[in-house]
């Protein structure tokens, strides 16, 4: 079994910073993509952005320039560096990751959620 766990999520100001943390736990075997999606009350969740194995990105048109996903492979932790947030970014934020078990299984993987809130 893998888990993800979550941290980092708040209450901040309109144009303030939060950083958020996913670290993948248990009989890992290789994790390839990892990335952070968003729901927010009455919207179906979204992609905020995704980050491969080798490092290539890819970020929602709403958060480009302003979030920056990164990973560590060595902790097999992911994270969400959210720079001059909007009341829009609100949401709960969830950490996905795609697990790979011999010999070529592929499970998805969710965190728990974590709450971002933007006052305005």
């Known amino acids: 079994q893998v888990q993800l766990v979550e941290s980092g999520g708040g209450l901040v100001q309109a144009g303030g910073s939060l950083r958020l943390s996913c670290a993948a736990s248990?009989?890992?075997?290789?994790?390839?993509?990892m990335g952070w999606y968003r729901q927010a009350p009455g919207k179906q969740r979204e992609i905020v952005a995704r980050?491969?194995?080798?490092?290539?990105?890819d970020y929602a048109d709403s958060v480009k320039g302003r979030f920056t996903i990164s990973r560590d492979n060595a902790k097999n932790t992911v994270y969400l560096q959210m720079n001059s947030l909007k009341p829009e970014d609100t949401a709960v934020y969830y950490c996905?990751?795609?697990?790979?078990?011999?010999?070529?299984?592929?499970?998805?993987?969710w965190g728990q959620g974590t709450q971002v809130t933007v006052s305005s």
């Open positions: 996905n990751a795609r697990h790979v078990r011999p010999p070529g299984n592929e499970d998805v993987l």
């Open positions: 248990g009989s890992i075997f290789s994790i390839n993509a």
């Open positions: 980050i491969r194995s080798g490092g290539s990105t």
